[in-house]
T-cell receptor, first 110, second 114 residues
């Protein structure tokens, strides 16, 4: 049964720092891995989708990598800003549904 | 031109009542989902429909009954509401079932049972 773990659970950084959020999954037979952002009391915003055949995806200051063999994905955020403060969720798709981690809550101070 | 919409956004009701949450997608997708986010913010799949056919039914009390009148709509009906049903319910859709397709989420419905 697929399990997804995100470390750390919470992270506080000063503005301008580069940071890495980690996601690990137990079953490497995934179709894709999706990173989401969730603001307090809000819905999910899809950030990046990495297909199983891909190694990384980039969007602006965000870069997500995928290593299926080790069961890991990372989300790299460059030059963090206070507006990046949110909870970041990763989700692995092994069947039809997404299996979510519990998220990393990021706080970027100005 | 919202892609995945849900109504209502907030729902406050008493224990024992029956309520419904509606979801509509205008993306032309074949597959729709209901996810539940509990008080600890953990998201889990509940149901999935593909072209009006139920394809995923996780371990959910049978007080929860999804209904898909057409492939653009997936509603969730909950009977005899309990305190533990308080959560945020998210609807999502994807172009087709199976792997490789991005899922698009609605804004969520925050259900509070008192």
């Amino acid at each position: 049964k697929q399990e997804v773990t995100q470390i750390p659970a919470a992270l506080s950084v000063p503005e301008g720092e580069n940071l890495v959020l980690n996601c690990s999954f137990t079953d490497s037979a995934i179709y894709n891995l999706q990173w989401f952002r969730q603001d307090p009391g809000k819905g999910l915003t899809s950030l990046l989708l990495i297909q199983s055949s891909q190694r990384e995806q980039t969007s602006g200051r965000l870069n997500a990598s995928l290593d299926k063999s080790s069961g890991r994905s990372t989300l790299y955020i460059a030059a963090s800003q206070p507006g990046d403060s949110a909870t970041y969720l990763c989700a692995a798709q092994a069947g039809t549904a997404l299996i979510f981690g519990k998220g990393t809550t990021l706080s970027v101070s100005s | 031109d919202t892609a995945v919409s849900q109504t209502p956004k907030y729902l406050v009701t008493q224990m024992g009542n029956d309520k419904s949450i509606k979801c509509e997608q205008n993306l032309g997708h074949d597959t729709m989902y209901w996810y539940k986010q509990d008080s600890k913010k953990f998201l889990k799949i509940m149901f999935s429909y593909n072209n009006k056919e139920l394809i995923i039914n996780e371990t959910v009390p049978n007080r929860f009954s999804p209904k898909s009148p057409d492939k653009a709509h997936l509603n969730l009906h909950i009977n005899s509401l309990e305190l533990g049903d308080s959560a945020v319910y998210f609807c999502a859709s994807s172009p087709a079932r199976g792997g490789g397709y991005e899922q698009y989420f609605g804004p969520g419905t925050r259900l509070t049972v008192t």
